[in-house]
């Protein structure tokens, strides 16, 4: 597999030059860094045998199809969004993987008995709307109003910029343009589909610490996630004095210590705030407001809500003491998801057969995934990275770890395929393809 490890961190460089800010990698919803990337990656996913199209919320899917036009299909994907001034690997990995490792069956004309469908969904990170998944909530027709009313900070709705990425006039919204035109349904239904499984850098250390290349999910964490609006008064810096204030970001600095206190005493919970924003902004004037966010996630759901009804508690006394108002607004709210046992176990029998050893994880990070499970089961594969660091330009996962990667993935379709009854064979003048043979694995060497 090293030949083709080359081919996918040549291909994951490639990508990560595609972006919305120079100097910095950022591609966002619909952007027209996106349009470049699925332009990119499309090519990359014909040159592989897949037939390509991008549906109407930007999502680019590729097919490569079974010999028997009446088979199920198997889903791996990821996204191709970004966080601001990004890694390559987080998202882009899980995308670009699976099309290396069945250009890789192409090459030996190998056909599967079920089709592999390459997803690469255009968002999950969140960044230009104030809620993630979009891609895969639209992949899986579960695109809400309200998700489609939420805006970006340029004024433009997730509807309008979805009319204007299909060409549409937006705001209209009759049978022929508009949203409603566009018929955001579920692309498969949940009985044509044997599950849905994500490769992606793990995001953490365990893997590291354990000396293995990969690792397969036994879960991903429940996340909830917010908006908060604390509004006080705004007032001369020197004119106004301090038992008078009514200072919104004294308050909420006040509540983001609090959250951190109570997340630190919880077991499993991590809680953060990674945006605020200050108004007025001015040296010389107490802040009258602070809009900042807040993402909650535990693998245990009651733990969470427990948590969060804690944290609720500490923001009303916070605005009581400090006679502030405070506003919550749910941008996201997910349960916890527990990886399909059956794909689970069958990447567990690749990866010790690849790697020697097998070791499950539960995913603090959320994933695809965690939509994708409406539609199917699923499951996931980490891939060591250095030093767990992630959503960051030094993100690294070694060329070999990708070989392992690549090699545990080729493993298990071929073990897929015969589960399904069916042993894929090359073209005849290959060699003989046995499913799970070091033969049929080891060829790209």
């Given amino acids: 597999m090293a030949h083709a490890a080359q081919e996918l961190v040549r291909k994951l460089g490639r990508l990560s030059r595609v972006t919305d800010e120079p100097g910095k990698l950022t591609r966002t919803f619909l952007s027209p860094a996106m349009k470049r990337a699925n332009a990119l990656v499309a090519g990359w996913m014909k040159d592989a045998g897949l037939k390509v199209r991008v549906d109407s919320v930007g999502n680019l899917i590729g097919c490569y199809e079974a010999a028997n036009p009446k088979s199920k299909t198997l889903l791996l994907g990821s996204h191709l969004d970004t966080v601001r001034d990004a890694g390559k690997f987080d998202g882009p990995l899980g995308v670009l993987l699976p099309i290396v490792a069945l250009a890789d069956l192409k090459r030996r004309g190998v056909k599967l008995p079920f089709d592999v469908e390459v997803l690469g969904f255009s968002e999950e990170e969140g960044v230009r709307f104030a809620s993630a998944y979009l891609g895969s909530k639209g992949y899986c027709g579960k695109l809400t109003a309200k998700d489609l009313a939420m805006i970006d900070a340029d004024g433009v709705s997730v509807s309008e910029a979805i009319e204007r990425w299909n060409g549409l006039t937006p705001g209209r919204s009759s049978k022929r343009v508009g949203v409603n035109a566009l018929h955001l349904k579920a692309a498969h239904k949940r009985g044509d589909l044997l599950g849905y499984v994500e490769v992606h850098i793990e995001q953490g250390p365990v893997l590291e610490a354990k000396k293995l290349a990969v690792g397969v999910v036994s879960a991903i964490a429940g996340q909830s996630r917010f908006k ?86 500490l923001a009303t006394q916070i605005a009581n003491r400090r006679e502030l108002e405070r506003r919550w607004q749910r941008t996201q709210e997910n349960g916890a998801v527990t990886c399909s046992p059956a794909l689970t176990a069958q990447l567990a029998r690749s990866m010790k057969a690849i790697q020697g050893k097998s070791v499950s994880l539960v995913s603090g990070a959320g994933h695809d995934g965690v939509v994708m499970s409406a539609l199917c089961p699923v499951a996931m594969l980490f891939v060591r990275c250095r030093g767990g660091l992630s959503h960051h330009p030094d993100e690294y996962a070694s060329p070999k770890d990708l070989g392992v990667a690549l090699a545990v993935m080729t493993d298990f379709l071929e073990r897929l395929a015969a589960e399904q009854g069916l042993t894929p064979l090359p073209a005849a003048a290959g060699p003989v393809f046995v499913p799970g043979s070091r033969r049929g694995r080891n060829r790209g060497k």
């Fill in 228 to 313: 908060l609006t604390w509004t006080g008064q705004a007032g001369h810096a020197g004119m106004t004095p301090m038992a008078l204030r009514r200072d919104a970001l004294a308050g909420a600095a006040e509540f983001v210590s609090g959250v951190e206190a109570i997340a630190r005493r919880t077991p499993g919970l991590v809680a953060t705030v990674g945006a605020l924003t200050v108004s007025p902004g001015a040296a010389n004037v107490i802040p009258g407001e602070v809009v900042h966010t807040l993402d909650v996630r535990h693998a245990d759901d009651r733990r969470r809500r427990q948590a969060l009804m804690a944290i609720g508690r």
